[in-house]
């Protein structure tokens, strides 16, 4: 009878401890679950001609702007022409991979890297950026050999600098052509 009546205590205790763990923990997934698939993002926080651009056409049917890079968009000189350009995180709607969509306003288009359309760099062609978790504007300067890369280029416009945190990294810039990828270090 002793050892039942031990059992029933444990149960009880259990039941209550859960019940106390429970609560602390639904709130710690309130506040910090909607940050583990990346910031809700409004289209409405871009500029105007790039917002009317995400939202139809061939870039509304593909692709979508994508909240888990931090900001989700960029803004710089990226071709040398004087006039603003835009950096977007996206994800393709088909298969999911991940890229960028950078809005050169001189050609008022996107050209799309990865997101499902190849890319070269790091010696290598990619399609998802998945594995990139840091992403900035680089201004225009003379860059540094980087590692194993060749001679460094020289910028027309600002670039933009992605990587992995606390790994390697690399400029996206645009030779007058194409955007292209220069290794900066690993």
């Not at 429970?22 to 926080?45: C, D, K, R, T």
């Not at 000189?77 to 298969?95: Q, S, T």
């Not at 799309?112 to 399609?127: H, M, R």
């Not at 992403?135 to 540094?144: A, M």
């Amino acid at each position: 009878m002793m050892d039942c009546s031990l059992e029933i205590v444990r149960r009880e205790t259990l039941k209550m401890s859960c019940k106390r763990l429970f609560l602390p923990a639904l709130v710690i997934v309130s506040l910090f679950g909607s940050h583990l698939g990346g910031q809700e993002i409004e289209p409405e926080n871009i500029p105007g001609d790039v917002h009317q651009a995400v939202e139809s056409g061939r870039f509304a049917e593909s692709y979508k702007l994508d909240g888990t890079m931090n900001p989700f968009y960029l803004r710089g000189d990226f071709d040398g022409d004087g006039k603003i350009d835009y950096a977007l995180w996206i994800k393709a709607k088909a298969g999911g991979a991940t890229g960028i969509a950078i809005w050169l306003s001189s050609l008022h288009r996107f050209i799309i890297l990865g997101a499902a359309s190849p890319f070269k760099f790091a010696g290598s062609t990619e399609s998802n950026f998945d594995n990139l978790n840091v992403w900035q504007v680089c201004g225009k300067r003379s860059v540094e050999q980087g590692v194993e890369a060749g001679p460094p280029p020289k910028l027309l416009g600002e670039a933009i600098l992605v990587g992995r945190s606390e790994s390697g990294s690399g400029l996206i810039f645009w030779n007058g052509r194409s955007f292209k990828w220069y290794q900066q270090g690993d």
